[in-house]
């Protein structure tokens, strides 16, 4: 077993967090990029309206996701109490910022999910309101890549780090924008955003693997008294080919969900879970990686 499980908490965390929020970016996009139809036609607005509306009620998945990574990592605090302490370094310490730009992201994005079930809607002010939450995520997946730019960790002082962290969750959050995309009736109209979101998770997973290899060569060439960097960096290798396998199951089962006249949600469903299991596996392998400076 990796010495990463001691941090498993944190690895869930990094897989499910800037997965649910680059999500939630992909879904409110598509929100607020509706669809172009002939205004004429009440039946096709009133879809359209339908179609959205189920899209501002499903946005709660990608949330929950986020929520779901958040309330696992506060165990790593150890005394729920402690959680206080994180507010007093906002600004200066990168875990504080950290959770704190988390905490106003899911504040905003429950707030615009409770206004979908108004019963007097206002669009104009939901997308103002939606705009200023897909800020807010933004400056979330930010904070969560510069979290681990230590200088006095080796093996995590570079840009592979923040990088490869963004690719694997823009991977994760192709396929979960999809699965909300779908249960909104959303894919049915805009076959191409499915493709989108395929090719999407295509690049990511090779820029993941391209970027992995380099953190892990790089890493071959660190030592200190006590570690080697060679020797650590085979979990990264091994984290690759698990990730590589998890990447390719995923993909058969988004095939096979494609090739059916109806997509299947159940298929795309599976395949979401791989390919969170190969990211886990990546983060595992990243927290096993620790070599701080001198001993």
Known sequence: MPPGFQDITLAIFTTLAPAGTLAFIMVSIAILTPFHLDKTDDIQLQENHKILAKLDQFLVLPLTVVIVGLVTSATHLGNPANALYLFRGVGRSPLSTEVFCGIVFLLLGGIYWLQAFSLKPRPTLRKIWLSVTIVAALAFVVSMMMAYSAHTILSWNTIYVPASLLTAALMGASILAMITLQLGGYLSYRRQ??????????????????????????????????????????????????????????????????????????????????????IFALRIAFYSIHMTVGL
């Open 193 to 278: 955003a499915t493709l989108l979101c395929c090719a999407t998770m295509l690049l990511a997973a090779l820029a993941t693997v391209a970027l992995t290899l380099l953190q892990a060569f790089e890493l071959s060439f660190f030592r200190t008294a006590l570690l080697d960097g060679a020797n650590m960096a085979l979990w990264l290798y091994a984290a690759i080919v698990v990730f590589a396998l998890c990447a390719a199951a995923a993909g058969v089962f988004i095939f096979a969900a494609l090739r059916k006249a109806k997509t299947s949600i159940l298929h795309i469903a599976i395949g979401c879970i791989f390919v969170f299991v190969g």
